[in-house]
């Protein structure tokens, strides 16, 4: 079965680097997702990526973040200048366009920011 | 805005009973799809039962059923016969049915099941 692949699996950086979270969607899949979740809480959605541009995005995704499909099978989440409460699994997501109950969620970046 | 309500954080079930999770939901859409996903320790989103606001009959796969009552806005979750491999954070979460459906999660409840 098709799978959306996520790495790293873990991340630890120091509180000011930039970071940069990879994802590759399904290869057919048309719409494109970050979500986070801090430790103990409910996911949160960031932004979603259609036809090579953002669609919309949240309030927590202020101008640190920003996202990109630069090759057409990568989809990435860059944080310029990563902060303590960016510390958090990231969920990359990807769908068709046959309905959103085909959402498929890669395994999660788990970022620390020290 | 759409907002969705767990209101259980925690349950213990026995190996084999049948269990019911709890969900309530607030849209102003119309249309819109209601979802459950498992989240096990190792972290992962898995999806388990999608209901669109449209379908007249309640979702089913397998163990799991989304008992669906429009009038209450409530998508409980219905696990029969369970398993120790049920033990895991579970979420409830919807989308409006147009534009880019992004999903709007609860706050999960965490189901441990005692052999």
């Known amino acids: 079965e098709p799978e959306v692949t996520q790495t790293p699996s873990h991340q630890v950086t120091q509180m000011g680097q930039e970071v940069i979270l990879r994802c590759v969607p399904i290869?057919?899949?048309?719409?494109f997702y970050w979500y986070r979740q801090i430790l103990g809480q409910k996911v949160e959605f960031l932004v979603s990526?259609?036809?090579?541009?953002?669609?919309?995005k949240s309030e927590i995704f202020d101008d640190q973040f920003s996202v990109e499909r630069p090759d057409g099978s990568n989809f990435t989440l860059k944080i310029r200048s990563t902060k303590l409460e960016d510390s958090a699994m990231y969920f990359c997501?990807?769908?068709?366009?046959?309905?959103?109950?085909?959402?498929?969620f890669g395994s999660g970046t788990q970022l620390s920011v020290l | 805005a759409q907002k969705i309500t767990q209101t259980q954080p925690g349950m213990f079930v026995q190996e084999k009973e049948a269990v019911t999770l709890d969900c309530t939901y607030d849209?102003?859409?119309?249309?819109?799809?209601l979802f459950w996903y498992k989240q096990p320790s190792s972290g992962e989103m898995i999806f388990l039962i999608y209901?669109?606001?449209?379908?007249?009959q309640n979702a089913t796969e397998g163990r799991y059923s989304l008992n669906f009552q429009k009038a209450r806005k409530s998508a409980n979750l219905v696990i029969s016969a369970s398993q120790l491999g049920d033990s895991a954070m579970y979420f409830c979460?919807?989308?409006?049915?147009?534009?880019?459906?992004?999903?709007?999660f609860g706050t999960g409840t965490r189901l441990t099941i005692i052999p």
């Open positions: 997501a990807s769908r068709t366009d046959r309905g959103p109950e085909k959402l498929f």
């Open positions: 290869s057919n899949h048309l719409y």
């Open positions: 990526f259609y036809n090579n541009e953002i669609s919309e």
């Open positions: 849209t102003s859409d119309q249309s819109y799809g």
């Open positions: 209901q669109g606001s449209y379908d007249e």
């Open positions: 979460a919807m989308s409006s049915l147009f534009g880019n459906e992004k999903l709007t």
